[in-house]
C-alpha cells in the first residue's frame, strides 16, 4: 500500500511540473525511458487538431438545419443566375458569383485568401440586434449580400459556401465556431484545409492564419458537410498537440495509472 502510494504521488509530481520541463529549456537534456512502447498522441482531422463529435439536436443543430433549407433555395437561384446572368434579377447572386468566378481564376492559398478578403470587403459588421431585432440569427449568403451586413457567422456561412461552389472539397471545409478567451464571447470564422494544415478566414482580418497560430479562441463547435459537432473538452490534449515531446509524457502517464 505504501509503495502504491509514493508510486501515485511521484506521478502525480511529474503531471504537475511535466510540461514546464517541456519549455524552452533545451530539449536534448537527458531523461528517463519509459519501459514500454510509447504512442503518441494523434491529432484529429478537425481544425485545432481536436476530437469532436456530432450532435443529432440542440439549438446550433436546428439553427444550422434551418440555414441548410435556405441554403437549398439559393442555391437553385445561383444556378439559374449563372445561366443566365443577363437576365438574372438578383444583384445579390451576381455579386457572389462574380467572387466566386474570380476566386477560380487562382490556384492553392491565393483561391482561399480571395474569397475571404472579398467577403470581408463586401459585408459590413453589423451586429443582429441592430440588423434583425433579435440575437444570433443566422443568416444564408445571398440574404446576407442583399442586406449588405452581418456579423461574423454570417461571414463565415457565406464564405463556407464560396469556397464549396470555388471547388473546395467538403472534407476541406468546416464553419467553427469559437469561445474568444480577450473578448468573453463567441466568434465563428470558416476555415479551410490546404495542404494538410487548416487555415480560418476570419472576418476580423484579411490575413489567414492556421489553426495552430490562431491565439485566445477555444474552439466549441464545427460545422461541416455531415452536421454539427461539439469538441471535446481536451485542455491536456489540446497543450500536448502544440509541443513536439509532451504527447509521450502523457500517453505514459496514461499507460502507467492502472
Not at 105 to 121: P, Q, S, T
Request: charged share 25%; hydrophobic share 45%.
Amino acid at each position: 500500500m505504501g509503495l502504491s502510494v509514493y508510486a501515485r504521488a511521484w506521478r502525480a509530481g511529474i503531471v504537475a511540473c511535466g510540461l514546464a520541463w517541456f519549455g524552452p529549456a533545451d530539449l536534448r537534456a537527458e531523461t528517463p525511458e519509459p519501459s514500454a512502447r510509447v504512442e503518441p498522441i494523434q491529432r484529429s482531422a478537425e481544425p485545432f487538431g481536436l476530437v469532436a463529435s456530432p450532435l443529432s439536436s440542440g439549438g446550433l443543430h436546428d439553427k444550422w438545419t434551418s440555414v441548410q433549407r435556405r441554403l437549398d433555395d439559393e442555391m437553385v437561384q445561383l444556378a439559374l443566375c449563372d445561366g443566365d446572368r443577363d437576365g438574372c434579377v438578383s444583384p445579390a447572386a451576381l455579386k457572389f458569383l462574380d467572387i466566386i468566378d474570380t476566386a477560380k481564376l487562382r490556384d492553392g492559398r491565393a483561391r482561399l485568401g480571395e474569397i475571404n478578403r472579398a467577403i470581408n470587403l463586401s459585408i459590413k459588421a453589423t451586429n443582429d440586434l441592430a440588423q434583425h431585432g433579435q440575437i444570433d440569427v443566422w443568416s444564408s449568403p445571398l440574404a446576407t449580400l442583399e442586406r449588405g451586413g452581418g456579423d461574423c457567422e454570417d461571414y463565415a456561412i457565406a464564405k463556407f459556401v464560396a469556397l464549396r461552389r470555388a471547388g473546395i472539397g467538403p472534407d476541406d471545409l468546416r464553419i467553427v465556431v469559437m469561445h474568444d478567451t480577450m473578448q468573453g464571447e463567441a466568434h465563428a470564422v470558416a476555415a479551410a484545409r490546404l495542404d494538410g494544415r487548416w487555415l480560418m478566414l476570419d472576418n476580423r482580418r484579411m490575413a489567414m492564419v492556421s489553426d495552430s497560430d490562431a491565439r485566445n479562441y477555444r474552439p466549441t463547435f464545427a460545422i461541416g458537410e455531415h452536421g454539427v459537432m461539439r469538441y471535446a473538452d481536451s485542455p491536456v490534449l489540446a497543450a500536448a498537440i502544440n509541443n513536439p515531446v509532451a504527447p509521450f509524457v502523457v500517453s505514459y502517464l496514461a499507460a502507467s495509472a492502472d
